[in-house]
């Protein structure tokens, strides 16, 4: 399996538990638990950029992470709003209307609303994890190998 989506499974299978958790403890109407999202979807994000570094770590091209981070980042959040719809809308229906009540949107799509919320939400996550992340493993160019080769000081042209 690609890891690309292999780590997009990880991120919404535990963004789905971490969900199941708080609703059972009654906290799923909080909605400021919904940020430790960002560090679950940041923590897979690094272990899939992780996966494609140690892949090839001469080779290592920034794109290359990047678009590793963004698919599996991608691919989770889709899930997740899925799962979000189908629980949101056909199981509990009560939990979406104390979520309109705490979100002030205007109009009366609301269902959509909300879902464009966690999908967004998701999306904009995991573009910042992927460009926070990806600094770790770029290669420097400033390194006494690369110095010595182009030392202008030592050039006996």
């Not at 919404?12 to 940020?35: C, M, R």
Request: contains cysteine; charged residues 15%; negative net charge.
């Amino acid at each position: 399996m690609n890891s690309n989506i292999k780590y997009g499974f990880y991120i919404a299978a535990t963004l789905i538990g971490y969900f199941l958790i708080i609703d059972l403890l009654g906290l799923a109407e909080i909605i400021y638990l919904s940020f430790f999202n960002a560090v679950i979807t940041a923590v897979c994000i690094f272990l899939a950029v992780r996966d494609v570094y140690k892949h090839d770590k001469e080779q290592f091209k920034y794109m290359e992470g990047f678009t590793a981070g963004l698919l599996a980042g991608l691919i989770g959040t889709t899930i997740f709003t899925i799962f979000m719809a189908i629980y949101l809308f056909e199981v509990r229906p009560e939990l979406a209307q104390a979520l309109q009540e705490q979100i002030n949107i205007a109009g009366s799509g609301i269902e959509f609303a909300i879902l464009l919320f966690v999908f967004l939400s998701g999306v904009a996550t995991t573009i910042t994890s992927a460009l926070v992340i990806l600094p770790i493993y770029k290669q420097s160019w400033n390194t006494k190998k690369v110095r010595k080769e182009q030392d202008p000081m030592n050039d006996e042209h």
